[in-house]
């Protein structure tokens, strides 16, 4: 049986990510407990293969029926806000951007999903920030979406409250801040890297440390594994969740093209529907476009089925698979026409940590009793990244919120079909393959 850490306690996260930092940052301010907090990962900060460590991420608080994190959301913005005060001061560029969100739906309806969306933001008092868009309005808007709306994405609304964050400059901002209230960080192939739980030989449920790529092995009165999507391929997660490959692609954009889109706001494209989502161009003329969908699985081997990601890192040649290529460019044939003349200039999958229901896993681990997971992101997680962390503090002293009860262990099975997804790449496929360079191009 799990029981929280006492004051003084040696606490050691595995993971520098999203979960990590933000739960190290939030250790860290108790100064009563006073905890020894201690970090490692087998990366810098920010981990390259982190899907965190990108030019941007969606800040919304437009999640269906699901009002908790509705409200969670409404939490990390005002906090987004003090971290632009915070950069402020230092004379830093602001980390989160209130550009608005716009949810585009397709025949002159919206879906279930922006209904519900619209209703639970309505129903805790924010309906004023809601304003809907018929196919004339949002030509009248947005004149750049003329062509989207002709071509059937003819119904939107728009919330005032939302944006995007620059997703590695917040990392940056959050691991400065872990490291000016002491917390330590071991990082490095070799140093920072697991290897596995160290467990007391006479109590192989009490976890007492780690064990690093270098042999060594470090103590610890609570073990925290904040490892994203390579959680289930270093503890049994009890299939609660998987590792699966999103993507996304980015377009350079003429000067012209820039100045219509950079004010956009953040914008999905019928997402229940398509996947489809995207932000306003960046300083550099970037138009990055994600989809959010079941993904792809890259199995440990032809004997375990274990999904584990494959990355840019380590597989310098990769683009993204070619099925993917073809869905996107079918979409933004559709979305932005325009497109057709633009090049992809960069393409990359993103590894996330998918749960059997998209809520996350954050719980005391019940095959140990000193174990914390924080695991189960399914995509959504780095919008709360300046939150997350106290709500992961809380799991860490065993302290019931309406959160911690949300993430905690489920002995529910997966719906069926759940694990059926496609492969990343195959062996000498033609068609379950990475795309080359030259399909990336206009065609």
């Not at 990359?348 to 940590?353: E, G, L, N, P």
């Not at 106290?390 to 959160?403: L, M, Q």
């Amino acid at each position: 049986m799990y029981i929280p850490p006492p004051s003084n306690s040696k606490i050691i996260i595995v993971g520098a990510g999203c979960f990590g930092l933000s739960t190290a940052y939030a250790l860290s301010l108790d100064k009563e407990k006073n905890y020894d907090i201690w970090v490692y990962d087998k990366a810098t900060v920010p981990v390259p293969e982190a899907a965190s460590t990108d030019i941007s991420k969606a800040v919304r608080i437009d999640y269906g029926a699901k009002e908790l994190y509705t409200r969670l959301g409404l939490e990390a913005i005002t906090a987004w806000e003090e971290w632009n005060k915070e950069r402020e001061q230092a004379k830093l560029v602001p980390v989160y951007h209130n550009s608005g969100f716009i949810l585009f739906s397709s025949n002159n309806q919206f879906t279930q999903y922006e209904k519900d969306c619209m209703e639970t933001i309505k129903r805790i008092g924010y309906g004023s920030f809601l304003e809907e868009l018929h196919a004339d309005q949002i030509k009248e808007r947005y004149p750049f979406f003329s062509m989207t709306v002709d071509n059937g994405y003819n119904i939107a609304y728009i919330n005032k409250i939302g944006g995007w964050c620059n997703s590695s400059e917040a990392i940056k901002h959050l691991y400065a801040k872990c490291v000016n209230n002491n917390v330590h960080f071991v990082l490095g192939q070799t140093t920072g890297c697991f290897q596995q739980l160290v467990t007391n030989p006479n109590n192989p449920r009490s976890v007492t440390g780690i064990v690093t790529q270098d042999g060594k092995t470090h103590h610890a009165d609570r073990v925290i594994m904040a490892t994203g999507p390579w959680t289930s391929s270093l503890i049994d997660m009890h299939q609660l969740v998987i590792a699966t490959g999103q993507i996304v692609v980015h377009l350079k954009l003429t000067e012209e093209e820039q100045e219509h889109l950079k004010h956009l706001p953040t914008w999905s494209g019928d997402v229940s529907r398509t996947g489809f989502y995207g932000f306003p161009v960046n300083s550099d003329g970037i138009l990055k476009i994600g989809k959010h969908s079941i993904g792809y699985l890259n199995p440990r081997s032809d004997q375990d089925s274990t999904s584990v990601p494959r990355t840019q890192s380590s597989n310098p040649g990769d683009t993204i698979p070619l099925a993917a290529l073809k869905d996107f460019r079918q979409f933004l044939n559709e979305f932005f026409p325009f497109s057709t003349e633009h090049d992809i200039v960069y393409s990359r999958v993103c590894w996330y940590s998918d749960s059997i229901d998209g809520d996350f896993v954050i719980s005391a681990h019940p095959d140990y009793d000193d174990l914390i997971v924080a695991a189960g992101d399914s995509g959504h997680a780095m919008k709360f990244l300046p939150v997350i962390g106290s709500k992961i503090r809380d799991v860490v002293e065993a302290k019931e919120t309406e959160y911690t009860l949300a993430w905690s262990w489920r002995n529910t099975k997966a719906q069926e079909g759940f694990y059926d997804r496609p492969l990343l790449v195959k062996e000498n496929s033609k068609e379950i393959r990475m795309a080359t360079l030259n399909e990336l191009k206009k065609q």
